[in-house]
């Protein structure tokens, strides 16, 4: 049996995370940000923007993170309006969320749409049942979902479980930009799922089409297609992502700096 | 029709593919078929590997005739190439024997999307009805695995058919995930152009951004530098050793070694972060540009290479005791058998066409980016079975940390040199090839002032899934899951 001690050797190689911060995490470039509010418009055309996330408004420049694919051209061109965010949490439970500067309705808006989602989870308890499915995705999101049961991630620790059936499935996690091919199996499985149920939108295709669409055969996007719930940018996100958006859905972030994030 | 001033693609004489049948009787590999709209007509490009380069071919087919006669008959690997002309142009192809929808089935009174062509095309709705299935025989039915599959996998559907165990015959259907690519690239400046490469095959991003970023320097005429070179190397080997490490679990995976497949995740994930390491991406995306890189790798020589050596001293230790391992090597030997004949005829690319002993890697044969000064070692199988698929992998992975050590230590020499050179804004055509870690990808690019005017892109994907049906004889349901995983083929980059 050669297998039986390989694994005590290395030690615990399982990240803390959630209950403690991530260094891998902590220091990842999660997300390009504006560097303050009512950042002058340095010409968005200068920024060379490849999925057109960037866009001027009277009152300054717009980012939407849920276009971005992190190339870093518009850091390059304009370090003096954009910077990396680093953190590997940058989900979000509302698609608003995702556009800087916010233009969606306040506080209150985002405390009903957590209440809604938290009256859907509380019934999920402690253990949570994930089933994916790929809309068009170029095969790297699978990967970083699919790491989360690797032993740095772990994610059976937390209660998070895989499930090929869709009777079974709590969560419905979704890659891809949206080929209109699988828009009839992602509806099916969807519509196969129990109530209540939860939908995220993993990765920058799947939030918006990215830089695969616009095309002929996408949606630019599952929200085209199911109601999503939680919404993960990233080309592709790091697993730690991944992880950081299905807590936020699930309401089970630890409160670590003075108020959930 | 341009015609790059390199010669890497030449006009057909005649209209007919006499001439590239006679060239692939005197043994070079068929590599592919290509299809773009021109004004005109449909501009067909076949690609040859000869010796030390990729060659194309084109052949124009007059718009007012939207018909040509099918290679198939002589080239049966040519077939899903053909099928994948008629849905996204409208071609026909007389006497092609099987002439199915695969990437693209859409109703007969549809307009196909003609990528290449000046005008994007409307939204296009897939109708799976139009493919037809025909099951015949006693108690003969059909299985469907997919498109949704179990686990975390990309979308494919597996028409299993059967009369009862055994596993008579597979349909494949790839079109659920078709994204439109090869239209996507047109009109697109080259740094953007290069981004939609890495995402054709994201397991692959490298290999493909490479692929494309020397057909443009083929197309214009420039080199990149050494140190850009090396770096390319750099990153595609740590992508191949990511790779193989992914089949490795999966097929791990398959045989419920569950110490295996938390051992083998581990390492692929130490992999990844020493990639993210180097460049900011796990994936290594945003590194290639054409001309060069765009920019030397994060850690200095030295740092790569104890990095690395940690990575593959318990990651080699793990593969030897995995192929030492008798329960899995059982279900492993004389699984989806690709008998050498049948490889070398098809021309099967990267680790299914070496586990048959067929030798084609254009990292040695066509070298690119640094390998002529790296020399890659050739691994070699000869059973042509998941397990010498497999043993060629993970001898592969042992390669691959030599090479990417020997590309981080020669890189320091380098320091300090511009890493790209400057590309006219001019137009041009060129082909451009990578050994990507499931075979060679190829790119056809064709440059109108220094933007894409057309781009086509061809994945190993595509060339090597039509041997998987044929590797079945005798296998049973239980064999899908090895069979599968030891191809490894991203679908992603099936149907683009």
């Not at chain 1, 937390?158 to 699988?182: E, F, K, N, Q």
């Not at chain 2, 990153?235 to 051992?263: K, P, T, Y």
Request: with cysteine; glycine share 12%; hydrophobic share 40%.
């Amino acid at each position: 049996m050669p297998w039986m001690f390989r694994g005590l050797r290395n030690g615990v190689l399982t990240t803390g995370y959630p209950a403690r911060p991530d260094p891998y995490g902590e220091a990842w470039r999660g997300a390009v940000r504006l560097r303050g509010s009512g950042v002058p418009a340095p010409g968005a055309a200068r920024l060379g923007c490849p999925t057109g996330a960037l866009s001027e408004a009277p009152d300054g420049l717009r980012l939407d993170r849920g276009r971005c694919i992190l190339c870093g051209r518009c850091v390059e061109a304009a370090p003096e309006a954009l910077e990396w965010q680093a953190g590997a949490e940058v989900a979000a439970l509302r698609r608003d969320d995702l556009l800087a500067p916010s233009p969606g309705p306040e506080d209150e808006d985002l405390e009903a749409v957590r209440a809604d989602l938290a009256t859907r989870v509380s019934a999920l308890g402690r253990s949570v049942h994930l089933r994916h499915v790929d809309a068009g995705s170029d095969g790297s999101e699978e990967w970083e979902l699919a790491a989360l049961w690797n032993p740095v991630y772990d994610a059976h620790r937390l209660g998070i479980y895989l499930t090929a059936s869709p009777r079974h499935a709590d969560v419905l996690v979704v890659t891809g930009a949206g080929a209109r091919g699988m828009v009839a199996p992602l509806l099916a499985t969807y519509e196969a799922m129990p109530r209540p149920r939860v939908v995220m939108a993993l990765g920058t295709d799947a939030i918006s089409g990215g830089l695969v669409a616009p095309s002929y055969a996408l949606t630019g996007g599952i929200g085209a297609i199911v109601p999503v719930d939680v919404w993960v940018p990233g080309s592709p996100p790091s697993p730690l992502s991944i992880l950081h958006g299905l807590l936020l859905a699930l309401g089970r972030l630890p409160d670590r700096r003075g108020g959930r994030s | 029709m341009s015609t790059d001033p390199s010669g890497q693609v030449l006009p057909l004489s005649r209209g007919s593919w006499a001439e590239v049948l006679a060239r692939h009787g005197q043994g070079h590999r068929f590599a592919g078929l290509l299809a773009a709209a021109v004004p005109g007509g449909t501009r067909l490009t076949v690609v040859l590997a000869l010796a030390d380069r990729l060659q194309g071919y084109d052949r124009l087919v007059p718009d007012e005739l939207a018909r040509v006669d099918s290679l198939t008959a002589h080239l049966p690997a040519a077939a899903w190439y053909e099928r994948a002309m008629t849905d996204l142009h409208g071609l026909r192809v007389d006497g092609q024997p099987s002439p199915r929808p695969l990437v693209l089935p859409l109703p007969g009174q549809v307009s196909p999307p003609r990528p290449g062509g000046p005008a994007p095309s409307p939204a296009l709705e897939p109708d799976e009805h139009v493919i037809g299935l025909h099951v015949d025989g006693p108690g003969m039915f059909t299985i469907p695995h997919g498109p949704v599959r179990s686990g975390v996998t990309e979308s494919v559907e597996y028409l299993l058919e059967t009369p009862g165990e055994d596993i008579s015959h597979l349909h494949v259907r790839v079109f659920a995930k078709h994204r439109g690519i090869q239209s996507r690239f047109s009109g697109l400046g080259l740094p953007d152009a290069t981004l939609l490469a890495e995402r054709v095959e994201g397991v692959a991003s490298v290999a493909h951004a490479t692929a494309f970023a020397q057909a443009v320097e083929s197309a214009l005429g420039v080199q990149a530098p050494v140190c850009a070179g090396l770096s390319r190397v750099l990153h595609a080997e740590l992508e191949r050793i990511a790779n193989h490490v992914d089949v490795a679990l999966r097929l791990s995976e398959a045989a419920g070694l569950s110490v295996a497949v938390s051992r083998l995740g581990w390492h692929k994930e130490r992999v990844l972060r020493l990639v993210s390491q180097l460049c900011g991406n796990r994936f290594g995306r945003g590194v290639v540009i054409p001309g060069g890189v765009s920019r030397l790798p994060g850690l200095a020589g030295e740092q790569v290479v104890a990095a690395l050596t940690g990575i593959a001293d318990a990651l080699l230790a793990d593969a030897d005791a995995l192929m030492r391992t008798p329960s899995f090597l059982d279900r492993l030997r004389g699984t989806g058998p690709l008998d050498h004949g049948l490889a070398a005829r098809h021309g099967a690319l990267g680790p299914i066409g070496r586990g048959s002993g067929f030798d084609d890697d254009d990292r040695r044969l066509r070298p690119y980016a640094g390998y002529a000064q790296l020399c890659p070692e050739p691994v070699l199988g000869q059973a042509g079975d998941a397990q010498a698929r497999l043993a060629v992998r993970l001898g592969e992975v042992r390669e691959s940390v030599r090479l990417a050590r020997a590309a981080a230590l020669a890189l320091e020499e380098h320091r300090g040199e511009p890493t790209s050179v400057k590309l006219p804004a001019e137009d041009g055509r060129g082909l451009g090839w990578a050994e990507a870690p499931h075979g060679e990808v190829l790119y056809d690019v064709e440059l109108r002032a220094g933007t894409v005017l057309r781009a086509a892109p061809r994945s190993a994907s595509l060339h090597n899934l039509p041997l998987f049906a044929t590797t079945f004889q005798g296998d049973i349901f239980t064999d899908f899951p090895f069979v599968e995983a030891s191809f490894g083929l991203p679908i992603a980059g099936v149907v683009l």
